[in-house]
């Protein structure tokens, strides 16, 4: 895109440039100079227009990473705005597979038996006027291993999130999310898994699988709050399933939100 821009304005600069040597040799009697901005503007909006109705594609990128012989792993995303969806389906000797639309950049190194990824949209500047309009949608489908332990961690701007957890064994969750709307699914096979949301002006489904306990705290300026109490009665400043404590399987949540609205169910 940088490059049918650079061709634009090139294009521009040599059609102005004609027009004001035509007027200098006297072959046409238009006044080019007043014209100028106008047709910059009419141009820049034709380009404009272009580029939000011309649906352009952004770039897909298909990644693997593999396991590198780890029983343990650590994923972290960097997720700025699109759309962002989180699942089981890596294969068994990777830790992270998936499609990457808009490019994604990563890396990821081994200590003992524990694999760290960090994968993080790539900055881009859209502030160049050549980019208006034309700024790909961002969508990532992210699949990981659900056979082996795994820390998550999910940070995503302004964007549709998507994370089912189901059957993967997520035993730490970190989510920090701006203006957005989530959906969450949690681990429902993971023995105790540790949950900390935070959230900005965003919409928030929190889901508990049947038959996992929860112990879920609550906290910040929700405008909109809505639990389960049939599940999770209240009981002073948190709400917890009755039976917790024998559950095998079981959340403990932590989650902070600001002018939003948050379901848990």
Known sequence: MRRNGALFWGA??????GLLLLQTLGLITLNVVGLIWPIVL????????????????????????PLKGASEARVRLSFGAGRLQVGVGAGMDEAVAGTFSGGVEHTSQSEGNVLTVDLRSPDITWNVPWMWGNRPEREWLVRLNGGLPLALEVRAGASDTRL??????????????????????????AGLT????????ASMVIRVPSGVAAR???????????VDEKRFPRLGGYYQSPD??????KIE?????????VEVK
């Open 12 to 17: 521009l600069l040599i059609i102005l440039g």
């Open 42 to 65: 009419i141009l820049l909006g034709l380009w404009i227009l272009w580029g939000v109705l011309g649906g352009r594609r952004a770039e897909t990128e298909q990644l693997t990473i």
């Open 164 to 189: 089912d957890l189901t059957d993967l064994r997520v035993t730490d969750l970190t989510v920090k999310t701006g203006a957005s709307s989530t959906d969450l699914t949690l681990p429902a096979n």
């Open 194 to 201: 540790r949950v900390n949301v935070e959230a900005g002006a």
């Open 216 to 226: 879920l705290r609550l906290t910040g300026g929700v405008a909109s709050l809505d």
């Open 244 to 249: 917790f404590d024998s559950a095998p399987n």
């Open 253 to 261: 949540l932590e989650a902070k939100a600001g002018a939003g609205s």
